[in-house]
């Protein structure tokens, strides 16, 4: 490993990889990109689309635990990140899903100009190439409402849609069309409300997952001004104070039990992710001064935003029973070495069946009904938005809250994701990783339908506990702390009542069947519903903000253009500097815009 190149980048995931590509662009410019994992882009697991479960709670996760949470009852949720060249990208469900351009435009309005979706838009379409399937698919799967005019036609990462003919699919878009809520247009629009299918992150070609390293780092790897080096620990950055401000020229690293510092002549570029970046950050000496000097860590700038402001997608949901006959992926899910044996082989002889998907494709995005619908809706939403003073200290606080409030009374704007999943989902686990899909039942077939809260208000954080790199930080991200969080959640929740009811999807759902564990009795029930979503909520792996981009005044720890206010040569390009969590994973874009 060379110990001297113009940019270090910590962090070889999705951000990383989309950098460092970019950079590398210009042959002058040299580039080494440093990931704690290792490279596992050949593994099966991480290439067959459908066998992404098996991943969960692997070493290619980095094993982090949030603390009890206050929210939900003192449950601890796993808070697993992908810990392999390609981040993240490498081992989730692959959900190809587009953003709201009221939630991007939001991010201008928060203080960062140019950061807004007009000026993204494009850049959103340059990072993929979207795939329709055959014709007969296109029409199964109610495919009508990709618009070519924002389809991403020339992009590295590869989307498309499953070649199936599974009723279900067809019976979810159907269903929320009969309630009012068809497909408002393309997701990538970023307009959409409604029920819909979307697009999954897989190479149609090869029928394998496509990642930040498919799209990214293998079209670059031979370059020669282009240096990735797996396992090894960033322990911290360096920092020269001789100028003004302090400059950042290199990090200190750990390799095979040896020690060393790389120097960045120009920048150094942290990419490790929204609980590795705050935690880097705060082991350098960048954070609260009455955190670290505690700690025997001198203090280069005294920030207090530094590992506050995080933000996660919580979810809730419930398996229904489906009537005799439905296909789904249970006997998968419980390890039937049949089905697993009858599913490989067709994968790999057609590239066909159920190890072909991903996680979920059959999904929605929905306001609150109740907010939105009938001539309660008014005074519903202002009974809520009066009962829920701002429950979440921060500087930010008064911005969040009045955006979030804003979208509540509008039937265009999504607050829920609603998705599907063809099998039995155990919201109350005992364990983590693989065990919420494969303890979820021991027999019978499912349909599990999971809500996500699209923009919580309860804001948590991320801290080091003690000066050692190999330590874990403490993470907690207060979910459903903000009582309007529960009231959305919970709200939504008591809709899938009602879509289940609903024909086409209550034809193929058994007549009194089974639900899944510890689901309440009448979903209707607002009461009932409140409770069950504090006892069964779990995250989507969705984590964000850590490190915000914002006016340092308002809880920033960068600018809009990325810098770490109070040092010079060090950015931050990962999923922490997101002011708000988005509906769907900017990475790519952020590499672009770089």
């Given at each position: 490993?060379e110990?001297?190149?113009?940019?270090?980048?910590?962090?070889?995931?999705?951000?990383?990889?989309?950098?460092?590509?970019?950079?590398?662009?210009?042959p002058?410019?040299?580039?080494?990109?440093?990931?704690a994992?290792?490279?596992?882009?050949?593994?099966?697991?991480?290439?067959?689309?459908?066998?992404?479960?098996?991943?969960?709670?692997?070493?290619?996760?980095?094993?982090?635990?949030?603390?009890?949470?206050?929210?939900?009852?003192?449950?601890?949720?796993?808070?697993?990140?992908g810990?392999?060249?390609?981040?993240?990208?490498?081992?989730?469900?692959q959900?190809f899903?587009a953003?709201?351009?009221?939630?991007?435009?939001?991010?201008?309005?928060?203080?960062?100009p140019?950061?807004?979706?007009?000026?993204?838009?494009p850049?959103?379409?340059k990072?993929?190439?979207?795939?329709?399937?055959?014709?007969?698919?296109?029409?199964?799967?109610?495919?009508?409402?990709?618009?070519?005019?924002?389809?991403?036609?020339?992009?590295?990462?590869?989307?498309?849609?499953?070649?199936?003919?599974?009723?279900l699919?067809?019976?979810?878009?159907?269903?929320?069309?009969?309630?009012?809520?068809?497909?408002s247009?393309?997701?990538?629009?970023?307009e959409?409300?409604?029920?819909?299918?979307?697009a999954?992150?897989?190479?149609p070609t090869?029928?394998?997952?496509?990642?930040?390293?498919?799209?990214?780092?293998?079209?670059?790897?031979?370059?020669?001004?282009?240096?990735?080096?797996t396992?090894?620990?960033?322990?911290?950055?360096?920092?020269a104070?001789?100028g003004?401000?302090?400059k950042?020229?290199?990090?200190?690293v750990?390799?095979?039990?040896?020690?060393?510092?790389?120097?960045a002549?120009?920048?150094?570029?942290?990419?490790?992710?929204?609980?590795?970046?705050?935690?880097?950050?705060?082991?350098?000496?960048v954070?609260?001064?009455?955190?670290l000097?505690?700690?025997?860590?001198?203090?280069?700038?005294?920030?207090?935003?530094v590992?506050?402001?995080?933000?996660?997608h919580?979810?809730?949901?419930?398996?229904?029973?489906?009537?005799?006959?439905?296909?789904?992926?249970?006997?998968?899910?419980?390890?039937?070495?049949?089905?697993?044996?009858?599913a490989?082989?067709?994968?790999?002889?057609?590239?066909?069946?159920?190890?072909?998907?991903?996680?979920?494709?059959?999904?929605?995005?929905?306001?609150?009904?109740?907010?939105?619908?009938?001539?309660e809706?008014?005074?519903?939403?202002k009974s809520?938005?009066?009962?829920?003073?701002?429950?979440?200290?921060g500087?930010?606080?008064?911005?969040?809250?009045?955006?979030?409030?804003?979208?509540?009374?509008?039937?265009?704007?999504?607050?829920?994701?609603?998705?599907?999943?063809?099998?039995?989902?155990?919201f109350m686990?005992?364990?983590?990783?693989a065990?919420?899909?494969?303890?979820?039942?021991s027999?019978?077939?499912?349909?599990?339908?999971?809500?996500a809260?699209?923009?919580p208000?309860?804001?948590?954080?991320v801290?080091i506990i003690?000066?050692?790199?190999?330590?874990?930080?403490?993470?907690?991200?207060?979910?459903l702390?903000?009582?309007?969080?529960?009231?959305?959640?919970?709200?939504?929740?008591?809709?899938?009542?009602?879509?289940?009811?609903?024909?086409?999807l209550s034809?193929?759902?058994?007549?009194?069947?089974r639900?899944?564990?510890?689901?309440?009795?009448?979903?209707?029930?607002?009461k009932?519903a409140?409770?069950?979503?504090?006892?069964?909520?779990l995250s989507?792996?969705?984590?964000t903000?850590s490190?915000?981009?914002?006016?340092?005044?308002?809880?920033?720890?960068?600018?809009?253009?990325?810098?770490?206010y109070?040092?010079?040569?060090?950015?931050?390009?990962?999923?922490?500097?997101?002011?708000?969590?988005?509906?769907?994973?900017?990475?790519?874009?952020?590499g672009f815009?770089?």
């Open positions: 490993m110990s001297r190149h113009e940019f270090v980048i910590v962090g070889g995931g999705l951000a990383g990889l989309v950098v460092a590509a970019r950079l590398t662009e210009d002058n410019t040299s580039v080494l990109v440093l990931e994992g290792g490279n596992h882009t050949t593994d099966p697991r991480v290439r067959t689309p459908g066998l992404w479960p098996s991943l969960l709670g692997s070493d290619f996760y980095w094993d982090f635990r949030s603390t009890p949470q206050k929210g939900l009852d003192g449950k601890i949720i796993p808070l697993s990140q810990k392999l060249l390609g981040g993240s990208s490498a081992i989730n469900g959900a899903v953003n709201s351009k009221s939630a991007i435009d939001a991010w201008a309005q928060f203080g960062n140019s950061w807004d979706w007009k000026t993204l838009a850049y959103f379409k990072c993929h190439t979207l795939s329709r399937p055959s014709p007969a698919a296109c029409d199964h799967l109610r495919l009508n409402y990709i618009d070519d005019t924002v389809r991403g036609t020339d992009g590295p990462v590869q989307a498309s849609f499953p070649e199936t003919d599974d009723p699919p067809a019976a979810w878009v159907d269903t929320l069309a009969a309630l009012g809520y068809p497909a247009g393309d997701p990538f629009s970023g959409l409300v409604g029920g819909y299918i979307n999954m992150n897989i190479d090869s029928g394998t997952r496509s990642d930040a390293v498919t799209a990214y780092y293998e079209p670059a790897k031979d370059r020669p001004n282009l240096h990735v080096v396992d090894v620990v960033v322990e911290k950055i360096v920092f104070k001789s003004t401000m302090p950042a020229i290199g990090v200190q750990q390799r095979d039990g040896h020690s060393l510092v790389v120097e002549t120009k920048e150094v570029i942290l990419a490790a992710g929204v609980f590795g970046t705050p935690k880097l950050l705060e082991l350098s000496g954070g609260l001064r009455e955190r000097e505690p700690l025997g860590i001198p203090v280069v700038v005294d920030n207090a935003n590992g506050e402001n995080l933000q996660d919580p979810n809730v949901g419930v398996s229904f029973e489906v009537a005799d006959g439905v296909k789904t992926m249970d006997d998968l899910s419980r390890q039937d070495s049949e089905a697993i044996a009858a490989m082989g067709e994968y790999v002889t057609k590239k066909t069946g159920p190890f072909a998907v991903g996680g979920n494709f059959a999904g929605s995005m929905l306001p609150v009904i109740d907010f939105v619908d009938g001539p809706s008014e005074s519903t939403l809520a938005l009066d009962a829920s003073d701002d429950a979440t200290p500087l930010f606080s008064p911005y969040h809250a009045s955006f979030v409030h804003s979208l509540l009374g509008r039937r265009s704007e999504g607050t829920g994701n609603f998705f599907t999943y063809a099998a039995c989902g155990n686990p005992e364990g983590s990783g065990s919420i899909i494969e303890n979820a039942s027999a019978g077939n499912f349909i599990t339908i999971v809500v809260l699209l923009f208000l309860s804001r948590g954080s801290h003690s000066a050692d790199p190999a330590g874990k930080p403490s993470i907690d991200p207060r979910y702390e903000h009582p309007l969080d529960l009231e959305v959640l919970a709200r939504h929740l008591r809709f899938i009542d009602t879509i289940v009811r609903t024909e086409p034809r193929y759902l058994k007549s009194n069947g639900r899944s564990n510890g689901a309440p009795e009448d979903l209707r029930d607002l009932q409140k409770e069950y979503t504090k006892t069964a909520a989507c792996y969705h984590p903000s490190c915000a981009m914002l006016p340092r005044e308002r809880g920033g720890v960068v600018d809009p253009k990325l810098c770490v109070g040092v010079e040569g060090l950015r931050v390009v990962d999923s922490s500097i997101f002011p708000i969590v988005p509906e769907f994973y900017e990475g790519y874009c952020v815009f770089f």
